[in-house]
């Protein structure tokens, strides 16, 4: 950014988003797929919300994750006191909604359902900041040549260890096969 690479630091943007999703898939994919085996390896008792709590948490810190690059350039771009007050407000809605949705009397899970959906919002809201300040970024190529292809390969991703869990038996070899 310092020495007006463009080329270059879109470039170390894409990879940096690629491999994080990357990791983050290859982690995560996983460790939902085989989180009851986990859980009861783990835990003295396993419940199906212990698992689904897991699961989300799993999910949110996925969503959260991708921040970080987008972060990187905006603080080297040094307009980081309206991205931080923006993007901080937004995850600052997590209290409320968790709040509201306690008082309507729904399930703890949907805290992190909450959290997730405002982990969204907070990325919409980095992404439109960082068109803001830098210009050589386009957020229809961010959705078009990442997110959307990363989305289709965690899906079928998903659904081949989704696949090889229910197909093999043995609770080892099935883990180590999803692995």
């Given at each position: 950014?310092?020495?007006?690479?463009?080329?270059?630091?879109?470039?170390?943007?894409?990879?940096?988003?690629?491999?994080?999703?990357?990791?983050?898939?290859?982690?995560?994919?996983?460790?939902i797929v085989e989180?009851?085996?986990?859980?009861?390896?783990?835990?003295?008792?396993?419940?199906?919300?212990?698992?689904?709590?897991?699961?989300?948490?799993?999910?949110?810190?996925?969503?959260?994750?991708?921040?970080?690059?987008?972060?990187?350039?905006?603080?080297?771009?040094?307009?980081?006191?309206?991205?931080?007050?923006?993007?901080?407000?937004?995850?600052?809605?997590?209290?409320?909604?968790?709040?509201?949705?306690?008082?309507?009397?729904?399930?703890?899970?949907?805290v992190l359902i909450?959290?997730?959906?405002?982990?969204?919002?907070?990325?919409?809201?980095?992404?439109?900041?960082?068109?803001?300040?830098?210009?050589?970024?386009?957020?229809?190529?961010?959705?078009?040549?990442?997110?959307?292809?990363?989305?289709?390969?965690?899906?079928?991703?998903?659904?081949?260890?989704?696949?090889?869990?229910?197909?093999?038996?043995?609770?080892?070899?099935?883990?180590?096969?999803?692995?």
């Amino acid at each position: 950014y310092a020495v007006q690479d463009h080329d270059g630091l879109n470039l170390l943007f894409s990879f940096s988003n690629k491999t994080l999703f990357f990791i983050v898939s290859v982690v995560g994919i996983p460790l939902i797929v085989e989180m009851p085996l986990i859980m009861d390896v783990w835990l003295v008792e396993t419940t199906p919300e212990k698992i689904l709590f897991a699961r989300l948490m799993i999910g949110y810190v996925a969503v959260i994750a991708m921040q970080n690059p987008i972060t990187i350039i905006m603080q080297a771009s040094g307009n980081i006191r309206m991205y931080h007050l923006l993007a901080e407000t937004v995850m600052l809605m997590c209290l409320p909604v968790s709040w509201v949705l306690f008082r309507m009397g729904m399930p703890a899970y949907t805290v992190l359902i909450s959290m997730i959906s405002v982990c969204i919002v907070a990325h919409m809201t980095r992404l439109y900041c960082l068109k803001r300040n830098y210009r050589y970024f386009s957020i229809s190529d961010y959705l078009l040549k990442f997110l959307v292809p990363y989305i289709l390969f965690t899906l079928v991703s998903f659904a081949a260890a989704f696949l090889l869990h229910r197909v093999i038996g043995s609770a080892a070899v099935r883990f180590v096969a999803v692995l």
